[in-house]
């Protein structure tokens, strides 16, 4: 007995892929998420650039290393996804990390005194003056509480003590902490583009899932056709069959 064909209805609704090497694929991702953070760290330290506006860098270098290694499927689009949120908190802490450890230098100490002589000077400052304030000296702008706990209470601090760059370095380790960091640095935008990396990060992986599936149901239907074709009976012709 001839085996069943396939419905054309199973073959254009179903899954024609064969299952995806997860283990090597999520590797990759891992491997790529890595060196993403890498690099993100590297450019925020060295260029000056917000972590931020890096991030989505990391969910399409995940994504495209995923699919490289022979990665599909929705289940993998998810992990996919879930690789790259792992990998940006990491980058903010690393970030975070070298900021803190690192910024406390001769220049920035001579310009955070000049700086905390004009934040003494306003004495219990509007939000408006705090905004000014912030754009003048260079500081991000966040909102007004979030500013006054960081950098506002060092700058009162440095104002008032006058701090060798030795003693100012020790209290950043004693008082800075990463969820102040996240206050002072995170906004909308960066949550906006966190979602734009992890969509890119799924995306690249569907995309490539849709593509292979397209081509693998163009090869089912093709194979169906040619095996509908060899086993129909052979009209005769009235001709022939005189």
């Known amino acids: 007995m001839e085996p069943r064909r396939e419905k054309l209805s199973d073959l254009l609704h179903g899954s024609a892929l064969p299952p995806p090497p997860i283990k090597r694929a999520l590797i990759f991702g891992v491997l790529a998420a890595v060196i993403g953070v890498v690099a993100v760290v590297m450019a925020a330290r060295v260029h000056d650039i917000r972590v931020g506006h890096l991030i ?7 994504g495209i290393s995923i699919i490289r290694r022979g990665g599909y499927g929705k289940t993998i689009a998810i992990l996919s996804a879930a690789i790259t949120l792992v990998a940006i908190p990491i980058a903010y802490f690393m970030t975070f990390w ?5 910024w406390c230098t001769e220049s920035t100490h001579a310009s955070i005194g000049e ?5 003494q000077q306003l004495d219990k400052p509007t939000n408006e003056q705090v905004f ?5 000296q260079g500081f991000p702008l966040t909102t007004y509480d979030a500013f006054e706990h960081y950098p506002g209470q060092m700058l009162t601090w440095f104002a008032e003590n006058k701090p060798t760059l ?4 020790s209290w950043e380790h004693a008082n800075h902490s990463f969820d ?3 206050t002072f640095w995170i906004t909308a935008l960066d ?5 734009v990396a992890l969509l890119l990060a799924a995306g690249i992986v569907m995309l490539r899932t849709t593509k292979l599936e397209d081509r693998a149901k163009q090869k089912a239907i093709a194979r169906r056709q040619e095996t509908t074709n060899d086993t129909e009976p052979k009209r005769t012709t009235p ?3 005189n």
Do not use: M
Request: charged share 20%; hydrophobic share 50%.
């Open 180 to 182: 102040n960091y996240l």
């Open 191 to 195: 949550y906006g583009l966190l979602i």
């Open 166 to 169: 030795d003693e100012w370095r």
């Open 132 to 136: 000014d304030f912030a754009r003048d």
């Open 56 to 62: 989505a860098g990391i969910g399409a270098l995940v």
């Open 115 to 119: 700086s905390a002589v004009v934040w």
């Open 239 to 241: 001709e022939e069959a």
């Open 98 to 102: 070298f900021v803190t450890t690192g």
